[in-house]
Structure formats: structure tokens, C-alpha cells
């Protein structure tokens, strides 16, 4: 079966500060791993897929197939990143669902 | 262009009763989903359609849920007999074919009292 983990449901940094955005999986066949995001009183739009392998509004996420991971990273938060954000998989053939975990909420502070 | 559309943006109903959601997806977007998005929870996937065709439906609870897609645009999601656990945010998302990027609408927030 088909799960994403995002360990943390709240993360908080201080602007200008390195944000690190955690996601784990677990799924048996080739991935396609992305990372959505949901800006208050906004829908949730894609902010990367690492097939793309694009750097979006300055974050980065690398998949690790031996740690199962694709962690969300920008070196320096601002504070319009805050926002909710969802790990997300589905199999490479785009012929599964996307399975979302249950996201972390970055907070930003000035 | 526009964006995925769904209606009602909220909708209040008492245990029992059926509603209908409605998602308008983005003009030539041949693959249509739906989701359920409960409090503190990532959204789950419902259905999948293909056209007019229900491709995958293994997301939905159990037979109250059901959806449609006559005509290959508009999809209503329909649910009978709701029950308080329905109540969740039940988003839709549409894509050009099926593996491409997923547009989500607004969502529909269901409140069964």
C-alpha cells in the first residue's frame, strides 16, 4: 500500500532562516513524488514534482529511493511561505491515485 | 483562463438527507477527481473519470457515494442518506489526461448536522 508521512504537523522558523519540510514514504513500485500547497484562503496548487527537477519560489526537494524521502528545503524562509503543504505520491505511470499526507503547516515569523 | 469551479462553496444538511456537489473543471481537461479532505487530514482520493467513464472508484466509502460525468465536462458527486461522519471538504481537480498536473477547485465545505 501506498503512504506518505510528514512527521510534523507544525513547523515554525524565523525569516530569513533555513526551512526544512519533512516527507517519508512507502510504496513498492517507481514513485513520482510532489509537493502541493495550500496559502490561506487559497486552493491547493502544485508547487513541485521531482520528475521536473524545477526549483520553485526557491524550494527544492531531492528524492532519496534508499531513505524513501523527498524532503522540502529553501535556505532562506520569507514570510509569504507560510502556508500548509502536502507531501504527495503516485506511480510513476500516473496510473494511481495520488495518496496526500496529512501536511505540515509552515509558520514564517518576522 | 478559468480555474476549476465548485458549487456550493458551503453546504449545511441534516443526517438523512441527499446533496449533490457540482465541480466545473478547466475547459479540455479530459481527467476529473474527486477528493475528500477531512479536519487535519491530506485530502483522499474518492474517484477518477476519464472522459465520461468512472476509471477508478476504489476511494469511495461505500454506495452512498456516487458520482457522474454524463457529458465528460461537469461531474456531480452525489451522496444519499449523509451521515455527521461525511462532513469534510470534498475538493475536485482536473487535469489535461490522466498523470498530467491536477488543478484543484475551491472546494465544497459539507456540514451534516
Known amino acids: 500500500a501506498q503512504r506518505v508521512t510528514q512527521p510534523e504537523k507544525l513547523l515554525s522558523v524565523f525569516k530569513g532562516a533555513p526551512v526544512e519540510l519533512k516527507c517519508n514514504y512507502s510504496?513498492?513500485?517507481?514513485?513520482?513524488l510532489f509537493w502541493y500547497v495550500q496559502y490561506s484562503r487559497q486552493r491547493l496548487q502544485l508547487l513541485l514534482r521531482?520528475?521536473s527537477r524545477e526549483s520553485i519560489k526557491g524550494f527544492t526537494a531531492d528524492l532519496n529511493k534508499g531513505e524513501t524521502s523527498f524532503h522540502l528545503k529553501k535556505p532562506f524562509a520569507q514570510e509569504e511561505d507560510s502556508a500548509m503543504y502536502y507531501c504527495?505520491?503516485?506511480?510513476?505511470?500516473?496510473?494511481?491515485?495520488?495518496?496526500f499526507g496529512k501536511g505540515t503547516r509552515l509558520s514564517v515569523i518576522a | 483562463g478559468a480555474g476549476v469551479s465548485q458549487t456550493p462553496s458551503n453546504k449545511v444538511t441534516e443526517k438523512g438527507k441527499y446533496v449533490e456537489l457540482r465541480c466545473d473543471p478547466i475547459?479540455?481537461?479530459?481527467?476529473l477527481y474527486w477528493y475528500r479532505q477531512s479536519l487535519g487530514q491530506g485530502p483522499e482520493f474518492l474517484i477518477y473519470?476519464?472522459?465520461?467513464?468512472?476509471?477508478?472508484d476504489s476511494g469511495l466509502p461505500n454506495d452512498r457515494f456516487f458520482a457522474v460525468r454524463p457529458e465528460g465536462s461537469v461531474s456531480t458527486l452525489k451522496i444519499q442518506r449523509t451521515e455527521r461522519g461525511d462532513s469534510a471538504v470534498y475538493l475536485c481537480?482536473?487535469?489535461?489526461?490522466?498523470?498530467?498536473?491536477?488543478?484543484f477547485g475551491p472546494g465544497t465545505r459539507l456540514l451534516v448536522l
Open positions: 481537480a482536473s487535469s489535461l489526461t490522466r498523470g498530467e498536473t491536477q488543478y
Open positions: 510504496y513498492s513500485g517507481s514513485p513520482e
Open positions: 521531482h520528475i
Open positions: 504527495a505520491l503516485s506511480a510513476v505511470s500516473g496510473n494511481t491515485p495520488l495518496v
Open positions: 475547459s479540455g481537461h479530459t481527467a
Open positions: 473519470f476519464q472522459g465520461t467513464g468512472a476509471a477508478d
